[in-house]
């Protein structure tokens, strides 16, 4: 026997989907490195996006999350953190340690970004020579991959211009 639905009157509602964690990411970073205060709403609640915001608030950026809401009220840098130096923990955050990386090369100070052991395999040397092509010293402190965090950035601020990355890698 096959069950069959029958039409039984107009149906209405709305659904609002969960936010994304690339684009609640790429937003918090725009935020923290923009002058003034920003507002963002249909904040994800994940993993990757807290790990994103307590390395943030460790480098003393004012933002106050609301999970609840899915609101994030963050005061923007305007490129001088509050802290030049940092040993961030970013879990097994693949946007984190990849946002981050460049962010942070725009400041100035020294700041170390690890997670947990799966991280430590995670190869993101074409990020770090993209960085340091634009006048960074980012390297890795990877003694079996050098390709793979844990990452150190001596920040001096980006000098700008033209970079070239592989588009076929995460």
Do not use: Y
């Not at 039409?7 to 790429?26: E, F, L, Q, W």
């Not at 480098?59 to 999350?65: K, P, S, Y």
């Not at 097994?92 to 990386?101: A, P, Q, V, Y």
């Amino acid at each position: 026997d096959s069950a069959s639905l029958l039409p039984c009157g107009r149906v209405s509602g709305s659904v609002r989907p969960p936010g994304s964690k690339s684009i609640t990411n790429r937003a918090i970073v725009c935020a923290a490195l923009a002058s003034g205060t920003s507002l963002l709403t249909g904040v994800l609640d994940s993993e990757d996006t807290h790990v994103l915001i307590e390395a943030w608030k460790s480098l003393g950026v004012d933002l106050q999350h609301d999970t609840p809401a899915r609101t994030l009220r963050l005061e923007g840098t305007a490129g001088q953190l509050p802290k030049q130096r940092g040993e961030l923990f970013i879990a097994n955050s693949g946007t984190t340690i990849r946002f981050l990386t460049a962010a942070l090369a725009a400041f100035h100070g020294d700041f170390v970004l690890d997670g947990v052991a799966r991280m430590r395999e995670r190869p993101i040397g074409d990020l770090l020579d993209a960085v340091n092509q634009m006048g960074s010293q980012v390297t890795s402190q990877n003694t079996r991959d050098p390709s793979c965090p844990p990452v150190r950035v001596q920040a001096s601020g980006l000098c700008g211009g033209a970079v070239e990355v592989a588009g076929n890698i995460s």
